[in-house]
């Protein structure tokens, strides 16, 4: 086996186990956290609430006039925060985003000196792109709307 083509098969291992490593240290930065362990691990909070509004956060649902509090029980922790000051108040917005990945590839050459001549690879390039899929905004303390966006993708589902 030449070796240029080890280095290549080398190269291949290394970014797939670059790739892995990534994915692990995102699952645990972000905790892979579901709406059940959010409410397993806030269950105090989730009983000091009135019933019809426990009801509606176990479905991951909110409505107008949640606290702050309860938002988070429904849909987590958002990704960004925004804060306004106007006439009318305070705003606070919450953005809630998510990542796709898209692969490509691109043709790269090399001079194989084992074999004298030069070799074509197909090299991957990784492309992450960040949408906005639903906000919260709320106005002194409370939730005065909720968007909730279509996908940028037609491939991804919300």
Known sequence: MSRGLLSTKRW???????LVAVCAIFCLVSGCET???RLARNQAALNA??????DIIRQGKV???FTPEEVYLAWGAPSH???TETAEGRFETWYYTSTQT????????????????WRFIDRPYHRYLEYLYQEAVFSNGTLASFT?????????TN
């Open 12 to 18: 291949q291992l290394a970014q797939f186990g670059g």
């Open 148 to 156: 909730f966006y279509p996908s940028t993708r037609p491939y991804l």
């Open 81 to 83: 925060k925004a804060f």
């Open 102 to 117: 898209e692969t490509y590839y691109l043709e790269e050459r090399y001079f194989d000196r084992d074999e004298g001549r």
């Open 35 to 37: 709406l059940d362990n």
């Open 49 to 54: 609430l009135p019933p019809g509004h426990q």
């Open 63 to 65: 409505q107008v006039g």
